[in-house]
């Protein structure tokens, strides 16, 4: 079974830029989707972006729609958020998933 690990969360000024990794252990990333999901304080967790690995198929969450992108390298078998001008609002854990496994979660704070 694919264990998720995420990576490469921190804290960063309003306007400013991160990127998350989402690596396989265990196994590879195969033909499913793979996904990353937020929660913030007090929030349900909420979907941010999917990729489907053999086919490059991209989804955003209508909020990071032109600021998120999510990629991948096959010869790493890692998934990247690139998040660019951050807001407040994308403060929370980020959590990548793959079928029916999670990651630990890495945290995003974006201060004023």
């Known amino acids: 079974q694919v264990q998720p690990v995420e990576s490469g969360g921190g804290l960063v000024q309003a306007g400013g830029s991160l990127r998350l990794s989402c690596a396989a252990s265990?196994?590879?990333?195969?033909?499913?989707?793979i996904s990353w999901f937020r929660q913030a304080p007090g929030k349900e967790r909420e979907f941010v972006a999917s990729?489907?690995?053999?086919?490059?198929?991209?989804l955003y969450a209508d909020s990071v729609k032109g600021r998120f992108t999510i990629s991948r390298d096959n010869a790493k078998n890692t998934v990247y958020l690139q998040m660019n001008s951050l807001k407040p609002e994308d403060t929370a854990v980020y959590y990548c998933?793959?079928?029916?496994?999670w990651g630990q979660g890495t945290q995003v704070t974006v201060s004023q």
């Open positions: 998933n793959y079928l029916d496994a």
């Open positions: 990729i489907r690995w053999s086919v490059l198929t991209t």
């Open positions: 265990g196994r590879t990333f195969s033909t499913n989707p």
